[in-house]
Nanobody, 115 residues
Framework: QVQLVESGGGLVQSGGSLTLSCAAS????????MGWYRQAPGKQRELVAQ???????NYADSVKGRFTISRDNAKNTVYLQMSSLKPEDTAIYYC?????????WGQGTQVTVSS
């Protein structure tokens, strides 16, 4: 089992950058597929980016070229570097860890992009 704590959210102007972090407690972090999701008001939660155990990553079309997901297995942490932020990126961002059919979620961190 893994517990996840996100940090790094905040208020940023359009075109700015933020880096989110997700620190995991528990063992075998390197065995988990890690992902970042977001949920805007009135919308469903959506996948933003996902990184496999070996480092292979995939992204939602809306963030390709602007966001980068990475993981540091030694530090039990996954990151989401966000640049060229747009007001439509405003949402609560959640970290998720998946392994053996089980999903674990963090509590979320708010990202607000002002125009």
């Amino acid at each position: 089992q893994v517990q996840l704590v996100e940090s790094g959210g905040g208020l940023v102007q359009s075109g700015g950058s933020l880096t989110l972090s997700c620190a995991a407690s528990g063992s075998m972090f390197n065995m988990y597929v890690m992902g970042w999701y977001r949920q805007a008001p009135g919308k469903q939660r959506e996948l933003v980016a996902q990184i496999m155990r070996g480092g292979l990553a995939n992204y939602a079309d809306s963030v390709k070229g602007r966001f980068t997901i990475s993981r540091d297995n030694a530090k039990n942490t996954v990151y989401l570097q966000m640049s060229s932020l747009k007001p439509e990126d405003t949402a609560i961002y959640y970290c998720k860890g998946s392994r053996l059919g089980l999903d674990y979620w963090g509590q979320g961190t708010q990202v607000t992009v002002s125009s």
